[in-house]
C-alpha cells in the first residue's frame, strides 16, 4: 500500500540544514495498523506528512514514497491532490485548530463529498448524516448543523473522523489524535479507530509519543530516534522482546497504575542530539545507560534478526554481552 | 442565590490541623437569561502541611474551576476558604494581596504561561521586584538559586527567551517563577499534560524534590490517574462538579468503591498488547453542567444507578480507613 525507502528529509533554517528524517525504509500492507513512537523532535510528525506529499518548500527530500503503486514525489500538485481523501486521509492532534470555525459541521464533512466525490448535496447530506452516526456521534441530524465551537474536544474528533474517511480512504494517518483529549475520550477514540479500520479494511498509521496508547491498537510498530528507526517489529514481539535501550527507556518512563506512591519515576536524562549538528556514533548514545566506547564513535546500522525484529544497536538488550 | 449547607463533610480533619481548609465551596458562573453553569457545587476539603492533594476528573468536572477559586480568580459564590487559620474569603482587596506569595499555581501550557518577550532571568526575577524583596544584586542571586534548583544552568539560559525551550523546559522556568516568593501552597494545573510522556516523569519528579526541598503543599489537578499515582498523599475524584472519592492513592487504585472511578482506572493506557480492553469503558460523555441530573450526578452513565439514585443524592460516607465514597450501590 504504502512504501518509504531510504526517506531522507532536510529542512533549511538559519542555523544551517536540520536532517529531520535519516534514511526511513516502511512499507504497510493493505488493511494493516502500523504505530509510530517518539519523542516530540524524533521525526514522526515530518515523516507522515512527507508520505502525504505535504513537506513545506524550505525542505529538501531523497529516497521514495510510493502509494499504490504510484512515487508521490513524481507527481504534480494535481496529481497528489488527487489521492487525498480517497487515497490517504489524516486526522491531527488538535480538532480545534484542524477545522473551520465558522462553518458548520455539516457543510464541513459535505465538502469532500461534493467536491472529490461529485455527489449531490442532497446525497452528501445523506452521507454525512451516516458518517456522524458511524463515528457514533449522538443525534447527527441535529449534529450537521453545529459549530465546531458547540461540540466538545472528542466529539470534536469524531467529526475530523467523519471528514477523514468520507471519501473511503486506503490509508488513515492519525498523528497523535488523541493527546489533547481526556484519558476517557482518548479510550473511546482509539477503539473507535480499531473498530473502523476492521470495518472498512483500511490500512492505518498512528503517530504517537506513548507507547501505551499503540500498545492494543496496531499490529506493528516503530519507534523512531532523532529522526531513525531505532526499533521496527510486530507490536506482540517488540513489547515481548525489547531490543533497543532508547525503547526500554521510554517504556520504563510511562507513569503507571502500579507505580509505588511516594516513589520516584525513571526519567531518560538528558536531551535529543541537536539535529542540525550530526554527531559520528549512536544517537541515543548520550543517554543510553549501556552506552560503550564503540557506541561514541561509530554508527549502528539496522539490524534484523532471525524473526524479522529490526533494530539500531550494538548491544541489544537480551543479546549475550 | 443561596446555598444550603449539605453535610458533605466527613472526610474533613479537625481545623487545626489544617493548612487549608474549604467549606460547602460553590462556583457558579452566569451565563445570562437565567442560566446559571454550576461549575463547583459544594465542596469541601483540606490539606495537612506537606500533603499532596490531588484532583482528578474529566474535562467539565470543575477541577480547574475549584483550583483558581482557592486562589480567588475568581472568588467563589459562596462557601469558606481557610488558610494559615484565616477565611480568605473575607479578606479586603490588600489583605488578600498580601495572602496571595504564599499561594501559586502552575499551569498546562508551559510556554502561553510565559511572557514571549521576557528573558528568563526577568520572568523568574518579576515577583520578587513586585514584592521588593532585596536588592537588585540579592534579587540575581536569587534568580540563580531558583534555575539552578529546577536544573537548568543559569549560566546558559538567564538570556535567553521562552521560544528558544522545550516546553518541559518552559515548565522549568514557571516552577522556579512559582517558587520565587516561597510560598506554602502550590496549586499545579494539569501541569505534564502538554508534555511527551518521558518529559511528564521528570517534571513529575522534580515537583517531588521542590516540595521537599522548599517545604510545600501541593494541590496537582490532572485527568489522568496514572500520572498522579507516584506524587500523591491523597486522591479526590471529582464528577460534574461534585466530589465522588476520596482515598490515600494506593487504596484508590487497589479497591475503587465509586463507578467512576472504576472507570478512570480503566480508561489509562497499559503498554501491553496483551491486555483486553476493559469492559468498564465509559459510553458518552458528561451531562451539561447548566442542567446537571437530579439525585447522583454520575447516574447517567453509571452501569449501577437504581431508581433511589435518580431520587436521592448520596453523601460521602466513610467505606474504609481514610476512604471516602458518594455512592448508593459502591462496588464490592
Known amino acids: ?321 | 442565590m443561596t446555598t444550603t449547607f449539605d453535610g458533605n463533610t466527613a472526610h474533613l480533619r479537625p481545623a487545626d490541623q489544617t493548612l487549608l481548609q474549604i467549606k460547602d465551596l460553590v462556583v457558579e458562573f452566569d451565563l445570562g437569561g437565567g442560566r446559571v453553569v454550576k461549575a463547583v457545587s459544594n465542596v469541601s476539603l483540606d490539606l495537612v502541611e506537606g500533603e499532596t492533594l490531588s484532583i482528578v476528573g474529566e474535562s467539565g468536572c470543575g477541577k480547574s474551576t475549584l483550583g483558581k477559586a482557592i486562589l480567588q480568580l475568581p472568588a467563589p459564590t459562596s462557601g469558606s476558604i481557610v488558610f494559615q487559620g484565616t477565611d480568605i474569603t473575607k479578606l479586603s482587596k490588600k489583605d488578600l494581596r498580601n495572602v496571595r506569595p504564599a499561594m501559586q499555581m502552575i499551569f498546562q501550557d508551559p510556554v502561553s504561561s510565559l511572557d514571549p518577550r521576557f528573558p528568563v532571568s526577568r520572568a523568574v526575577e518579576e515577583p520578587l521586584k513586585i514584592w521588593n524583596r532585596g536588592n537588585e544584586i540579592e534579587r540575581s542571586a536569587k534568580v540563580d538559586e531558583l534555575l539552578n534548583s529546577v536544573g537548568l544552568d543559569p549560566a546558559l539560559v538567564r538570556d535567553r527567551r521562552p521560544y528558544e525551550f522545550s516546553g518541559g523546559q518552559c515548565q522549568r522556568i514557571s516552577i522556579a517563577r512559582a517558587l520565587a516568593l516561597e510560598p506554602k501552597l502550590l496549586i499545579c494545573d494539569e501541569p505534564v499534560s502538554a508534555l511527551d510522556v518521558s518529559v511528564q516523569a521528570q517534571i513529575l519528579n522534580l515537583l517531588q524534590d521542590m516540595k521537599e526541598a522548599y517545604g510545600l503543599t501541593l494541590i496537582f489537578i490532572s485527568h489522568d490517574l496514572s500520572v498522579v499515582k507516584a506524587v500523591s498523599t491523597r486522591i479526590m475524584v471529582m464528577y460534574l462538579g461534585k466530589i465522588c472519592e476520596i482515598a490515600t492513592p494506593d487504596e484508590l487504585y487497589s479497591r475503587p468503591l465509586h463507578h467512576y472511578t472504576s472507570a478512570l482506572v480503566g480508561s489509562v493506557p497499559v503498554p501491553d498488547p496483551e491486555r483486553k480492553v476493559s469492559a468498564t469503558l465509559l459510553e458518552g460523555e458528561p451531562p451539561s453542567p447548566l442542567d446537571p441530573p437530579s439525585g447522583c450526578r454520575f447516574r447517567t452513565r453509571c452501569p449501577a444507578a437504581t431508581e433511589l439514585c435518580a431520587t436521592e443524592e448520596p453523601m460521602l460516607r466513610l467505606a474504609a480507613d481514610g476512604h471516602y465514597v458518594a455512592c448508593h450501590h459502591p462496588r464490592a
Not at chain 1, 533497543?244 to 497504575?257: F, G, N, Q, V, W
Request: hydrophobic content about 40%; some cysteine; overall charge positive.
Open chain 1, 1 to 321: 500500500m504504502l512504501k518509504l525507502e531510504n526517506l531522507e528529509i532536510s529542512f533549511a533554517t538559519n542555523r544551517g540544514s536540520l536532517h529531520a528524517v535519516k534514511g526511513v525504509t516502511l512499507d504497510i500492507a493493505a488493511g494493516e495498523s502500523i504505530g509510530i513512537v517518539g519523542e516530540s523532535g524524533s521525526g514522526k510528525t515530518v515523516l507522515s506528512r512527507a508520505s502525504m506529499g505535504l513537506l513545506a518548500p524550505t525542505a529538501t527530500r531523497t529516497g521514495t514514497v510510493t502509494f499504490d503503486g504510484k512515487e508521490i514525489s513524481s507527481l504534480s500538485r494535481d496529481e497528489v491532490r488527487e489521492t487525498w481523501g480517497t487515497g490517504m486521509a489524516m486526522i491531527f492532534q488538535d480538532p480545534m485548530t484542524a477545522l473551520n470555525p465558522v462553518r458548520r459541521v455539516g457543510s464541513q464533512i459535505m465538502e469532500g463529498l461534493t467536491v472529490r466525490l461529485g455527489m449531490s448535496k442532497a446525497d452528501a447530506r445523506k452521507r454525512a448524516i451516516e458518517l456522524l452516526g458511524r463515528v457514533r456521534i449522538p443525534d447527527p441530524e441535529q449534529a450537521l448543523k453545529k459549530f465546531p465551537g458547540q461540540l466538545s474536544g472528542g466529539m470534536r474528533q469524531r467529526v475530523m473522523i467523519a471528514i477523514a474517511l468520507a471519501c473511503n480512504p486506503k490509508l488513515l494517518f492519525a498523528d497523535e489524535p488523541t493527546t489533547a483529549l481526556d484519558v476517557t475520550v482518548q479510550a473511546q477514540i482509539l477503539q473507535l479507530l480499531s473498530e473502523l479500520r476492521k470495518e472498512l479494511n483500511m490500512s492505518m498509521v498512528l503517530v504517537t509519543h506513548d507507547l501505551g496508547v499503540v500498545a492494543g491498537h496496531t499490529d506493528k510498530i516503530a519507534v523512531m530516534y532523532a529522526g531513525e528507526v531505532v526499533e521496527y517489529a510486530t507490536t506482540k514481539d517488540l513489547f515481548a522482546r525489547m531490543r533497543m535501550p532508547y525503547t526500554e527507556a521510554l517504556m520504563k518512563s510511562i507513569p503507571r497504575l502500579s507505580t509505588p506512591s511516594g516513589s520516584r519515576l525513571p526519567v531518560i536524562e538528558g536531551r535529543l542530539p541537536d539535529p542540525t549538528k550530526p554527531e559520528p556514533g549512536c544517537l541515543f548514545a548520550s543517554r543510553c545507560p549501556y552506552a560503550q566506547e564503540k557506541c561514541r564513535t561509530q554508527h549502528p546500522d539496522l539490524t534484523t534478526d532471525s524473526d524479522g525484529h529490526q533494530y539500531r544497536c550494538f548491544f541489544p538488550l537480551g543479546a549475550a554481552q
